[in-house]
């Protein structure tokens, strides 16, 4: 449940769009000029385009209150743009229609849609060869995709463009933009439960807002620091920074708003046991958001006033509340408000003793979220088809090419016998010359024939391994999405068909394994996904100078909590001076994957060591060394191949997809370096990765 709110608040604190104004009145819609790209005063504005920019203007109004209309703006603006070729048109299109989809909980089309963003921009601003305006327009971007993943729960995912965003908005951001990222990071460190990194950023944003006498952003830093103390259960402070935050929205009119903030200061009554104080809020938020249309935050709020209701064991009215918010999240056709009223309704009918209600409410539930899961999984398993198509008509194409080359070759020598002919014929006298000239002639014609046969040859024969490489790897795709898949039907079915006998605490087990199978599931798909991208260079390299001490104090911070859980010591021994000449991003996945498997593979109370060095006079060498279970030989010799199985459980039985390391070798490699790793049993690992020095 408290996800489910952090998903809610998260879309609204997250509101880097677009800020274009429609002022609706009885004749007209007016279109501010902020909605257009940074370098706005260079396009010409005609009638066409105003209707364009019109068209997104409405999305923008219906996005939180009417899916269906925004939707159909939004598309409208797309077809205009289209039609008149207008780039930056189709761009703010793509951004408007992933931020409805990011509204609608269709997590996967967002990220889609601001992707195809990001890569327009590099496109239009590589051709004008203008870096500063491609680095201000990706901005949006940025935020949007730090969003999407915030709401997904991949909170690391989140952290990491929320701070490409940030590097960009500190460079060319004004003070209220940078004081929003402020807000916004705290909030990312409040949810992983980093209070003291939260507060100090909610400080920061607090001051440049009281700096710019922003009422209403200094509402929002409230709101944030208000939450943050209730993350770290200080009801007191919580309440005093929520009703300031209040108030300022109150007095502004600023009905959506004051409406989250109301069901926040809820929560914490909630959270301090004092039910009547709650149950007051949520209704009072519930009043605003039914006044205003916003039907997913009313079906948020019916969650939370059912909650309260259990909790008083008002079973009927907690009954009728979830019915209400399930009728609305239909309505919505938002998925994860359906899957929780479901399991909500299970959960009241089993307490009010209603078990054959208990039974069927929580089918549905199973039934929804197994639905949810096909359909992840139909996704990923088209975009593998894709890359086996794509490398199905390379290889015609290869064949076609030798084809073409045979047919050449015969042609060449046909050309070389005519002219042999021609000679004999026109010249007799020469009758010696033109049979020695036809005879190397058809010789070298011969040899470079043999020669390219020999070359087809070679290549017939590396498709051919690449074709059993390829069969073995999908052999062990499909036994890897077998095993997740199976849990998960077990564990269902022993709670559907047994939970009359299961224990509290055995469903609870239940639970959490089928949690572990889903993000283990999605985990494997996502790597899939990345590698089968590195395949067809669909990823990017864009090499610069990067200092590897920031790299690997960022990496260190998004594992600590991973780290602490385990009492490992994690550090890194980085010289500040050290660069390297490399993706940012690239390297950023080589790290992230090596520290993850040191982490999971270290006993608690070991340590995890990062280091650098010079390595030769053009490169360096980066080390991730752990203390922990080590690797046998044969394991090693196979760790970074694609065509085995080799992923093993970590020391608390974590699980992996074998495909990291995969990953780390391919971005190692295309940065123009290598990885290397030596093990010892019982004593540790080193992994080693060679990158042009900076």
């Known amino acids: 449940m408290q996800r489910l709110f952090f998903l809610l608040y998260f879309m609204g604190i997250f509101g880097y769009e677009a800020t274009a104004q429609v002022v609706e009145d009885s004749t007209n819609y007016t279109l501010s000029k902020e909605f257009f790209p940074e370098d706005a005063d260079s396009i010409v504005v005609s009638r066409d385009t105003t209707s364009m920019f019109t068209y997104l203007g409405f999305a923008r109004k219906y996005m939180q209150i009417d899916y269906g209309k925004a939707l159909y703006y939004a598309s409208k603006a797309l077809q205009t743009a289209a039609q008149m070729e207008h780039t930056r048109g189709q761009l703010e299109s793509v951004k408007m229609l992933g931020k409805i989809c990011n509204y609608m909980g269709k997590y996967e089309l967002a990220l889609d849609y601001q992707h195809q963003a990001l890569q327009g921009y590099d496109t239009i601003y590589k051709k004008e ?47 209220e933009s940078l004081a929003k990222s402020y807000e916004e990071i705290a909030f990312l460190y409040a949810k992983v439960g980093t209070n003291e990194r939260a507060l100090n950023f909610c400080s920061k944003s607090i001051s440049l807002r009281e700096k710019t006498g922003n009422k209403l952003g200094l509402a929002g830093s409230y709101k944030t620091l208000g939450l943050v103390y209730s ?55 519930r009043l605003i958001k039914s006044q205003i249309g916003d039907k997913k935050g009313e079906t948020y709020t019916l969650l939370n006033i059912g909650k309260n209701q259990m909790e ?124 020695v000239y036809g005879t190397v002639k058809i010789r070298d014609a011969n040899k470079q024939l043999e020669k390219q046969n020999n070359i087809i040859q070679q290549k017939t024969l590396a498709l051919e391994e690449l074709d059993r490489t390829k069969n073995r790897f999908f052999s062990i795709i499909a036994h890897d999405l077998k095993g997740p898949l199976n849990s998960l039907t077990g564990f269902s079915n022993l709670v559907i068909n047994h939970i009359e006998f299961l224990s509290k605490d055995e469903i609870k087990m239940i639970a959490e394994n089928l949690d572990k199978s889903v993000k283990n599931l999605t985990e494997f798909l996502n790597n899939l996904l990345t590698w089968s991208r590195s395949q067809m ?106 065509d ?44 080693k990765v060679i990158l042009p020095k900076g």
């Open 312 to 435: 008083t064991k008002a079973y009927s009215a907690a009954l009728e509340s979830f019915k209400q918010a399930l009728e609305l999240a239909k309505k919505l056709d938002y998925e994860e408000y359906i899957k929780e009223c479901y399991l909500k309704l299970s959960r009241v009918s089993e307490v009010s003793g209603n078990a054959l209600a208990a039974l069927s409410y929580y089918k549905l539930y199973d039934e929804f979220q197994r639905k949810m899961i096909e359909e992840i999984s139909k996704k990923k398993i088209a975009e593998i088809h894709d890359v086996i198509e794509t490398s199905r008509k390379q290889r015609e194409l290869m064949v076609l090419t030798k084809e073409q080359k045979i047919h050449q070759l015969e042609k060449q020598q046909a050309e070389a016998r005519q002219n042999n002919y021609l000679i004999l014929i026109g010249f007799a006298l020469f009758l010696v010359f033109a049979v």
């Open 537 to 642: 260079d669909n990823i990017q390299f864009e090499p610069k100078k990067l200092l590897m001490a920031n790299l690997a104090n960022e990496i260190m911070e998004l594992h600590q909590v991973a780290a602490d859980n385990k009492n490992i010591q994690l550090v890194s021994t980085i010289a500040p001076d050290i660069q390297v000449y490399a993706d940012d991003n690239a390297i950023k996945t080589i790290l992230r994957n090596l520290v993850s498997n040191a982490l999971k593979f270290t006993k608690d109370g070991g340590k995890v060591t990062i280091a650098a060095k010079a390595h030769e006079e053009k490169y360096i060498q980066l080390t991730v060394t752990d203390t922990g279970v080590g690797m046998p030989e044969e394991v090693v010799e196979k760790i970074f191949r694609i």
């Open 644 to 687: 085995t199985k080799h992923s093993t459980q970590g020391t608390k039985g974590e699980t992996g997809t074998g495909l990291g390391l995969v990953l780390c070798k391919e971005f190692a490699e295309k940065n123009g370096g290598s990885i290397s790793v030596e093990s010892i049993v019982d004593l540790g690992t080193t992994f």
């Open 231 to 285: 993350q770290m259960s200080a009801a007191k402070q919580a309440l005093d920074y929520l009703r300031k935050a209040s108030e300022i929205y109150k007095a502004t009119n600023q009905n959506i708003a004051l409406s989250d903030v109301l069901n926040l200061i809820g929560d914490v009554y909630f959270m301090e046991k004092n039910n009547i104080e709650a149950d007051n809020y949520y209704k009072q938020a």
């Open 129 to 175: 060869k203008n870096s500063e305006l491609k680095e201000k327009n990706t901005r949006e971007p940025l935020h949007d995709l730090a969003a999407i993943y915030m709401n997904m729960g991949e909170y690391e995912a989140a952290m990491e463009y929320k701070n490409m965003a940030l590097a960009l908005e500190e460079k060319y951001g004004d003070e």
